[in-house]
């Protein structure tokens, strides 16, 4: 084909740009091999994409139903305390939709609570452990509410889907009620105890009474005269 041609670009013109050469390489077994071979790759890993993607969509929305469902009420901090979850109870005890809160921060969502978000997320990274915090939440015409929060850090994952910073889980209680009957049981306990010094001190009187009147008796059998039996009396009516 060279000897013909008499020059590469001949050549060149003759197999490449006449199409001949590009032909016989389509046509062969082992680029219809390879590109075979590309194309199911491109698609598994497509695929697998796909239905990573899909799994990711169920686990969240899973993980949605799970916190929704909870009977206390929920939400999700991230970094810079911005809300990322807000589940049915929080709505409720704060009066504010999911869709109101998703984005901002703690403090903008409910400043009332006069929380220091940043000091709670290094207070929890110190103690790694759960902290709980009692704050006051006032109620508009009505008395305010005593709620514990529960701070708990997420650390990073490693996983392709984790996340790659720190998220705070924060669980609110209404111990109102709690706090309440614990008032009035240390207050019935203070009322117990009242109850049992004043019968300590009715039994040490009765003892030394119980003696004088024994006494009087004794006294009066024996007096002699009706005036030392009426001093006798009055002793004992006293």
């Known amino acids: 084909d060279y000897a013909q041609a008499g020059s590469l670009r001949g050549l060149w013109h003759a197999e490449w740009r006449g199409g001949q050469a590009l032909r016989d390489v389509l046509g062969s077994g082992v680029f219809q091999f390879l590109f075979l071979v590309v194309g199911w790759s491109a698609y598994a890993r497509l695929r697998l994409r796909e239905l990573g993607q899909l799994r990711l969509r169920r686990s969240e929305q899973k993980y949605r139903n799970i916190i929704n469902h909870a009977g206390e009420a929920i939400f999700l901090l991230d ?33 009332e609570l006069q929380l220091d978000t940043a000091q709670i997320f290094a207070d929890v990274a110190r103690a790694r452990r759960s902290l709980a915090y009692e704050v006051t939440l006032p109620q508009e015409g009505a008395a305010p509410r005593l709620l514990a929060l529960i701070f708990s850090a997420i650390l ?53 009474l119980g003696a004088i009147l024994l006494s009087a008796q004794m006294l009066e059998e024996a007096a002699h005269s009706e005036d030392e039996q009426d001093d006798i009396r009055q002793i004992g009516r006293a």
Not at 82 to 90: F, G, H, I
Not at 159 to 186: C, M, N, Y
């Open 156 to 208: 990073p994952g490693s996983g392709p889907w984790a996340e790659r910073e720190t998220t705070h889980v924060v669980i609110a209680r209404d111990i109102t009620s709690e706090k309440q009957f614990e008032s009035r049981l240390s207050e019935t306990e203070k009322l117990v105890g009242i109850g049992q010094l004043a019968a300590g001190i009715a039994h040490q009187l009765n003892t030394p």
């Open 79 to 111: 970094a810079q305390g911005r809300v990322l979850e807000w589940n049915k109870k929080s709505e409720d005890l704060f009066r504010q939709p999911r869709r109101n809160v998703l984005g901002r921060r703690l403090p903008e969502v409910a400043p």
